[in-house]
């Protein structure tokens, strides 16, 4: 079972990466992997937020080996998965415990933070489920009968309103009030007709921002910052 897999971040294509992993003494020789990404881990790893930029570099991902059938079950293709952190593999695991959740599906649906996903099913949030790719209402009807009361350890602190941790950001912003702004600024930006899960990745980018916002109107501004490809 392959469970870690540490190289340089090659090539990424879409849903997937390639990862080169070289052994000493071989004069750049090595196996390359390809590994197919959760949707959230591909959109970082191309571009948005702090994992960007990050062709050439070294890499860790948490993998998942399955094999994927083809051919109506005549033959079966071994495939990784990969996530960048553990919390991601595991809640993906349980997520594909749902009826009609493949592990494809899967990776295409979770768009975003995992802590997201669990605090909507906690919460019994059917409109943010059923604004992941291919999550219609009766699937997230059914993601909530299943999963209801087994997520409670995805649901990240920040997601409440509390780190649970003391002192201020790198950027100096209170931890602590982070969530709520977010909160306030994701309610304005329904209202005005956006998309929840677009929201929601522009706001996870301005709060990761080295100055991150003080307020509703700093985050907005800079929400539509980074709308508008600035």
Known sequence: MIRIIQGILQELDGPSALIRLESAGTDGLGITYQVLLQAYAAARLSG????AGRIGQPLTLHTLHYLESQS??????????????????????????????????????MTIDTSRIAAAIADRDLALLQSLPEV???TAE???????????????????GSTGREGT?????????????????????LQLGENRIQAIQWIDRAMMADDPPKDTQQLLQLVYLIKSGA
């Open 48 to 51: 948005q937020g702090a994992q």
């Open 72 to 109: 109506q079950g005549a033959v079966f293709i071994p495939r990784l998965a990969g996530f960048l952190a553990p919390q991601d593999r595991a809640f993906f695991e349980l997520f594909t415990t749902v009826k009609g959740i493949g592990y494809r599906k899967a990776l295409r649906a």
């Open 136 to 138: 219609g209402r009766r």
């Open 142 to 160: 059914t993601i909530v009968a299943t999963l209801h009361g087994k997520v409670d350890t995805f649901v990240s602190a920040s997601t409440y």
């Open 169 to 189: 950001s790198a950027g100096g912003a209170d931890d602590s009030s982070r969530t709520p702004l977010a909160r306030e600024a994701m309610e304005i930006l």
